[in-house]
C-alpha cells in the first residue's frame, strides 16, 4: 500500500515528533544535545577564530551552502518550511549540520578577541538551567502555567531588591528582557505619576493631557532606550532634554540643575531624571548622590539605568561606585552583561511597590480575582509582557552555585583586565587612551602618521572592519559627543574573565598591525614614497 505524503513533505503515517517534557522527554533529548554539542564543536574548529572571514558576503556563502548543498542562495530555491519531500531528513543530523553553521558563522564572545560589545560569553551552568526552561516551557502569565517558577522569580526579586539597597518588605519587580525593556517600564510609571498628579486624573486610563509640555533628562550619553521609550509613550523624543557631560562622560549635575530650573520656569512638567550607571561606551558613572539630590528637590522621578553598571553591586571592590543607587525611584538591570547569563536576563525594579499601580492588570482567564483571594499569586500585572518565560531560573541557579562572591571575583577580573589593556595602551606609541577604565570598558585609537582628526577617523573605522572582514578580531566603534573630525574611538568591552592579559596585548597588536597596513594601502594609493612607517613598533 502507497502512503499518500502531504505536499508540506510530512508523512502523515510517520511517528510524532518527540516532546521535550513529560517522563519521556529525557531520553528524547539525548541524541540531539549529543548533536548540537558535536555541531558546536564541529562549527569552532571551521571558524577557527572570533567570528567568520569574509565578511557579510562570506557569512551569505556558508548559510546558502548549509541550506541549499552550496547550489543556490536559499531566496532561489525552495524554502526552509517547505521541507524535504520524500526525504529522509533525521532531526539529529539536520540539527548537527545546523548548529555546525550556526556556530561557524556566529561571532564568540568567549573568544579572546572578540570584544567589542556588552555581550558576555555566558556561563556553562547559566546555559545548562537555561535548557530545562526551554524544555519546561513554563510561562509566567499565571501561577497554573509555571507554579515553582513563579515563587523563584518573587524570592529572586527580593534578593536583588535588597542587593540594591531597596527594602525588600516595600519594593517590587519583575524580570524583563533586557535593560530596554526595563527602562520603557521606569519611564512608562515616571509618566503616569508626574502627568497624573500634574493633570488630575490617570494618565494610563484617560492618555495624556494636552496642556502638560512633558520633559525627561537624560545625559547625552545616555542609551538611546531612553529616546525610543518617550516615542512609545507618547511623550515624544524631543521630549528628552539632553544634559551635558564631562570629560569621562557622566551627567554634570550643574547643567542639569540649571536645565530643571529652566524648564520649570517655561511652565513644563519634568516627568523623569534618567541617570545612567554604566554608559554603553566608557562605562562611566553619572554622580548618583547629587543628582538623587536634585531629583528629591525638584520632586522628580530618579530612573536609573543601571544595565551594565549593575554588575559593580556583585563586587566589594567597585560596589561603592553605585552608591546612591537606593534612592532611584526605579532601576534597571541586566545579568546578560556583567552577570554571565545568556540573554535575556534584564531586571526592573521600583523601590515602592505602590508605584507599580498604573500596571495593574486583571485577566478572567489568567488572575481571578477569587484565585488571588484563595493565595494563588500571579505576576501578570507586573510585566509589559503575557507569555513570558522564566528567565529567574538561570539567574538563581548560578547566585546558588556562585553567589555574590563567586560572581564578584568575575567582575574584578575583567576590571583588572581593562586596567592592563589601558596601561598596554597608554604606553603604545601608536594608540591613543581616551580615559582611565572605569568597568571594564576601554575606550582608545589608532593614532595615524599625519596626526590629522580626520584621518584617525577614517582609519579607526577602516581597521575595525579590516579585522571583521579577515575574522581575526571583533573590536567596537563609536564616537565622541561633538561635532567635526576626531571624535571616532575604538573599545574594548572586556567581558569574558578567561581571557589572559597576553591575549589582550595580542588584540591590541592586532588593532596596530591593521592601522598600519590600511595607512600603507592608503599611502600606495596615492603614491606616497615607500617605507613612510619605517622604523614604527607594531
Avoid at 565578511?55 to 518550511?81: I, K, N, Y
Avoid at 535548557?131 to 501561577?143: E, G, M
Avoid at 589608532?446 to 571583533?474: H, M
Wanted: charged share 20%; hydrophobic share 45%; with cysteine.
Amino acid at each position: 500500500m502507497t502512503r499518500a505524503i502531504p505536499h508540506d513533505g510530512y508523512d502523515a503515517d510517520a511517528p510524532a515528533p518527540a516532546l521535550s517534557g513529560g517522563v519521556a522527554g529525557p531520553e528524547a533529548l539525548r541524541p540531539l544535545l549529543d548533536a548540537v554539542l558535536a555541531g558546536l564543536a564541529d562549527g569552532a574548529a571551521l571558524r577557527g577564530g572570533p567570528l567568520p572571514a569574509g565578511g557579510p558576503a562570506g557569512v551569505s556563502a556558508l548559510v546558502a551552502a548549509a541550506l541549499t548543498g552550496g547550489d543556490r542562495h536559499p531566496a532561489e530555491g525552495r524554502g526552509l518550511a517547505e521541507g524535504r519531500v520524500g526525504e529522509a531528513a533525521a532531526p539529529g543530523d539536520v540539527l548537527r549540520r545546523l548548529t555546525t553553521l550556526l556556530t561557524r558563522g556566529s561571532a564568540d564572545p568567549a573568544d579572546p578577541a572578540c570584544a567589542a560589545h556588552l555581550h558576555c560569553p555566558p556561563l556553562a551552568l547559566a546555559v545548562a538551567a537555561d535548557l530545562a526552561v526551554s524544555a519546561l516551557n513554563p510561562s509566567q502569565d499565571s501561577w497554573d502555567q509555571a507554579p515553582a517558577s513563579t515563587e523563584l522569580e518573587t524570592a529572586l526579586v527580593r534578593d536583588l531588591a535588597a542587593l540594591v539597597g531597596y527594602d525588600p518588605a516595600t519594593a517590587a519587580g519583575v524580570i524583563t528582557s533586557g535593560g530596554t525593556e526595563s527602562n520603557l517600564m521606569g519611564l512608562m510609571l515616571s509618566r503616569d505619576h508626574a502627568l497624573g498628579r500634574a493633570g488630575g486624573h490617570a494618565t494610563e486610563l484617560a492618555g495624556l493631557p494636552r496642556d502638560l509640555t512633558p520633559r525627561i533628562f537624560a545625559s547625552e550619553v545616555a542609551h538611546f532606550s531612553v529616546q525610543r521609550a518617550a516615542a512609545v509613550l507618547g511623550l515624544g523624543e524631543r521630549a528628552v532634554t539632553a544634559v551635558p557631560v564631562d570629560h569621562d562622560l557622566r551627567m554634570d549635575p550643574a547643567a542639569l540643575d540649571t536645565l530643571l530650573k529652566e524648564s520649570v520656569g517655561r511652565g513644563e512638567t519634568p516627568v523623569a531624571i534618567v541617570a545612567t550607571a554604566g554608559t554603553t561606551d566608557t562605562g562611566g558613572i553619572d554622580p548618583l548622590p547629587r543628582i538623587a539630590d536634585i531629583a528629591e528637590r525638584y520632586g522628580v522621578w530618579l530612573h536609573v539605568d543601571a544595565a551594565y553598571g549593575g554588575g559593580a553591586l556583585l563586587s566589594d571592590r567597585l560596589a561603592p561606585l553605585l552608591a546612591g543607587v537606593e534612592r532611584a525611584d526605579s532601576l534597571s538591570l541586566d545579568w546578560h552583561k556583567l552577570g554571565w547569563q545568556p540573554a535575556p536576563a534584564g531586571v526592573f525594579l521600583v523601590r515602592r511597590a505602590e508605584t507599580y499601580a498604573p500596571l495593574a492588570r486583571r485577566a478572567v482567564y489568567l488572575n481571578p480575582a477569587d484565585d488571588e483571594e484563595a493565595g494563588y499569586p500571579s505576576l501578570l500585572g507586573l510585566s509589559l509582557r503575557t507569555t513570558r518565560r522564566p528567565d529567574a531560573f538561570k539567574i538563581a541557579a548560578t547566585l546558588a552555585a556562585l553567589g555574590r562572591a563567586g560572581l564578584g571575583r568575575l567582575v574584578d577580573t575583567c576590571h583588572d583586565l581593562a586596567h592592563h589593556a589601558a596601561a598596554t595602551v597608554d604606553a603604545h606609541p601608536l594608540l591613543d587612551l581616551h580615559t582611565t577604565p572605569v568597568l571594564t570598558t576601554v575606550v582608545f585609537r589608532y593614532r595615524p602618521a599625519s596626526g590629522l582628526p580626520a584621518d584617525a577617523d577614517r582609519l579607526n573605522a577602516a581597521l575595525r572592519r579590516r579585522l571583521l572582514t579577515e575574522g581575526r578580531a571583533v573590536v567596537g566603534r563609536t564616537e565622541l559627543p561633538g561635532r567635526g573630525p576626531g571624535r571616532v574611538r575604538l573599545k574594548l568591552t572586556l567581558l569574558n574573565p578567561h581571557t589572559t592579559p597576553a591575549q589582550v596585548d595580542a588584540l591590541l597588536s592586532a588593532v596596530v598591525a591593521a592601522g598600519q597596513a590600511e595607512e600603507r594601502e592608503e599611502a600606495e594609493r596615492v603614491g606616497e614614497p615607500e617605507g613612510v612607517l619605517d622604523g614604527v613598533p607594531a
